[in-house]
């Protein structure tokens, strides 16, 4: 009988036989998948050899460092590497407003980074690099249909010359690639990792860098995380989050006039996605229940001063897409 308790298992029998004491690296993201990659390292191997590395870009949802390295640790990390690059990502996008533009230059300056800190680690040459491929991923890009799952993973992993001198090399572990993703989410629950990122819907690897139209500024990041922040907590508060397959919200360049008093007032406008959808190729719109939409849309002009105006994309994929870049 197949159990979540014997693959455990499976996975440390095997690690223990290919990687023996070897570091191994797993760079995190912040989602599920790497997450629950990560715990099952942890759980599988010796802590000492698991080291862990997480960027914040910067470019990241409301407390999302805190909460990934809380549960690591949690969990057992001794070596979770927290590289603050914030400065470094802001000053790559500056003035660029293109999206494949601001694409380009977050991924290059990704890999940079990579590279550099993972050469500071000082690891051994015979180290294995882990990554939190699952099942679907190797069907996908097997079979050729699948350029959006090599597209979507791509930011991390698959242009990475670091990830390819590894493959090289033979030394790529990928503990999670007999799994799908509600077999990662149950193994996440067992390994004891937080409801909340076990549930969590996807995010692009880019971050908010896409959710925020033109050009990303530091204040446009903080003001587009706090009203992100509050539609999430709102939808979870309102049992609405497991409905969905993926809600965020975006940041329009443009201001809109508005009251404040009997002034007129110039403030953001904000729009807010929600959308069912089997694996991201096609989405249909949530068919938000009206009176949440109206609250959740009070709640966040009254919490971000900044944002003047709210509304709602009510646009399925195709013609459109899921994120607005
Ligand atoms: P679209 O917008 O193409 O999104 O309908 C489909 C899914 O892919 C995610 N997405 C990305 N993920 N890098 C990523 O890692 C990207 O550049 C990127 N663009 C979109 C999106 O969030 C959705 O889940």
């Given at each position: 009988e197949w159990t979540m308790e014997?693959?455990?298992?499976?996975?440390?029998?095997?690690?223990?036989?290919r990687v023996g004491r070897n570091p191994v690296l797993l760079l995190i993201s912040g989602g599920v998948d790497s997450t629950v990659a990560g715990a099952l390292l942890l759980k599988t191997l010796d802590p000492d050899q698991v080291h862990l590395m997480y960027m914040d870009t910067?470019?990241?949802?409301?407390?999302?460092?805190?909460?990934?390295?809380?549960?690591?640790?949690?969990?057992?990390?001794?070596?979770?590497?927290i590289i603050h690059c914030e400065k470094d990502f802001l000053s790559?996008?500056?003035?660029l407003t293109d999206p494949e533009e601001k694409r380009r230059a977050i991924?290059?300056?990704?890999?940079?980074?990579?590279?550099?800190?993972?050469?500071?680690?000082g690891l051994?040459?015979?180290?294995?690099?882990?990554?939190?491929?699952?099942?679907?991923?190797?069907?996908?890009?097997?079979?050729?249909?699948?350029?959006?799952?090599?597209?979507?993973?791509?930011?991390?992993?698959?242009?990475?010359?670091?990830?390819?001198?590894k493959r090289n090399a033979g030394r790529i572990i990928e503990p999670l690639d007999r799994l799908y993703k509600d077999?990662?989410?149950?193994?996440?629950?067992?390994?004891?990792?937080?409801?909340?990122?076990?549930?969590?819907?996807?995010?692009?690897?880019?971050?908010?860098?896409?959710?925020?139209?033109?050009?990303?500024?530091?204040?446009?990041?903080?003001?587009?995380?706090?009203?992100?922040?509050?539609?999430?907590?709102?939808?979870k508060r309102r049992g609405l989050y497991d409905q969905i397959w993926q809600a965020f919200a975006v940041l329009l360049p443009i201001r809109s006039v508005g009251v404040a008093g009997d002034v007129r007032k110039y403030g953001w406008v904000l729009a807010l996605r929600a959308i069912v959808s089997e694996d991201g190729m096609t989405a249909d719109v949530y068919p938000f229940p009206?009176?949440?939409?109206?609250?959740?849309?009070?709640?966040?002009?009254?919490?971000?001063?900044?944002?003047?105006r709210v509304t709602y994309d009510i646009s399925?994929?195709?013609?459109?897409t899921i994120e607005w870049e």
């Open positions: 014997r693959y455990i298992e499976e996975v440390r029998a095997n690690l223990a036989q910067g470019l990241m949802r409301k407390k999302e460092t805190e909460i990934v390295s809380a549960n690591l640790n949690r969990l057992g990390a001794k070596h979770l590497h790559a996008l500056s003035g991924g290059d300056l990704f890999i940079r980074i990579q590279e550099r800190e993972v050469g500071r680690l051994p040459e015979t180290y294995f690099l882990a990554q939190g491929t699952l099942y679907t991923d190797l069907i996908e890009s097997g079979k050729g249909v699948g350029k959006k799952a090599h597209v979507i993973k791509s930011h991390h992993n698959v242009r990475s010359p670091l990830v390819e001198a077999e990662v989410r149950a193994l996440g629950r067992i390994l004891g990792i937080d409801e909340d990122i076990v549930m969590r819907h996807p995010f692009p690897g880019p971050g908010l860098a896409v959710r925020i139209l033109g050009e990303v500024t530091r204040e446009k990041c903080d003001i587009l995380r706090e009203a992100d922040d509050i539609y999430i907590r709102e939808l009206m009176k949440d939409l109206l609250e959740i849309s009070t709640l966040i002009t009254n919490t971000v001063k900044d944002i003047g399925s994929k195709p013609p459109a």
